[in-house]
C-alpha cells in the first residue's frame, strides 16, 4: 500500500532509521544492529520504503534519503558500542555527492569498522567494476561490506566469496528447504565451509520461526536476522 496522505508535504525530515537485531546465536545477544528507512506520518505510523519511494523518486531525491537514514543511524550509535549496517543501492555505489557525504560523514568518526555497508548481491555481481571501485572507498574510509539478498539460483558462490566482504546473508527459505532437498543441503553446506574458510560471517536473515532457527543452529551458522528476534524498531531500547 503506497501512501496516499503525503503528497506535496512530503518531507525526509519524517524519514528515520528503525533498527533490528542481528543475533549471535553462540550466546543470543545482539551482535549488530540493522538500520532501516521508515516514513513516520502525522499519525506515527511508520511505513516501508516500498509503500514511500515513489515520492522520494518524484522529488529526485534518492541520494538523499540515503544520506538522510545514514546520518542519523551514525549520530546515534556514534558513542555506543555496537556495530551497525546500512543498506545502499547501485545508485549510491556511484553517486559523488554520496561518496563524497560518507568520506565527511566518517573523516571523525569512531571506530569506523563498526560499519557495514550492505549491497545486494545481484548489483555486486552485475555491477563487478563499479563495485570493486566502491570496495576500494570502503576500504580507505575503514568500513566493512556485507552482501545481502544472496540467493542460490540467481548467484555464483564461488564469484561472491573472492570479494572483500566480511559478511553474507543468505535467506532463511534456503535453510528451510535443505531439511528436505539434499542438493539444496550440500550447497548450504558447501556455502558455510567456503565462507569460514575466508573468514566470511554467514547471517540467515528473514528467520521467521522457531524451526527454521534451529536448522539454522544445526548447520552451525553463527549468525541470524528475523522477525523470530525482533521487527525493526524506532530504537534499541
Not at 35 to 46: F, G, K, V, Y
Not at 119 to 136: G, M, P
Amino acid at each position: 500500500m503506497q501512501v496516499t496522505e503525503v503528497t506535496d508535504s512530503f518531507n525526509l525530515n519524517n524519514v528515520v532509521p528503525f533498527f533490528q537485531p542481528i543475533m549471535d546465536l553462540s550466546n543470543n545477544a545482539v551482535w549488530s544492529y540493522e538500520c532501516l528507512a521508515r516514513l513516520l506520518t502525522i499519525d506515527h505510523n511508520p511505513y516501508l520504503p516500498t509503500e514511500f519511494l515513489f515520492l522520494v523518486e518524484r522529488q529526485q531525491s534518492v541520494a538523499h534519503l540515503t544520506q538522510t537514514v545514514f546520518s542519523r543511524s551514525a549520530s546515534y550509535f556514534r558513542d555506543i558500542n555496537m556495530a551497525w549496517n546500512i543498506n545502499l543501492s547501485l545508485s549510491d555505489m556511484t553517486d559523488t555527492d554520496t561518496l563524497s557525504f560518507l568520506q565527511s560523514q566518517l573523516a571523525d568518526y569512531p571506530n569506523p569498522k563498526r560499519i557495514s555497508i550492505e549491497i545486494t548481491a545481484k548489483n555486486a555481481l552485475l555491477e563487478s567494476a563499479k563495485f570493486s571501485h566502491f570496495c576500494e572507498i570502503c576500504d580507505a574510509l575503514g568500513v566493512n561490506i556485507v552482501i545481502d539478498n544472496f540467493e542460490q539460483q540467481e548467484c555464483d558462490l564461488q564469484a561472491i566469496l573472492t570479494l572483500p566482504i566480511s559478511a553474507i546473508k543468505v535467506s532463511a527459505e534456503l535453510f528451510d528447504k535443505s531439511g528436505s532437498d539434499l542438493v539444496i543441503a550440500d550447497f548450504v553446506k558447501s556455502l558455510i565451509s567456503a565462507a569460514t574458510a575466508n573468514n566470511i560471517a554467514v547471517i540467515a536473515e528473514r528467520v521467521e520461526q522457531k524451526t527454521t532457527l534451529e536448522i539454522v543452529k544445526n548447520l552451525g551458522v553463527k549468525y541470524a536476522q528475523g522477525f523470530y528476534f525482533s521487527q525493526p524498531k524506532a530504537n534499541t531500547n
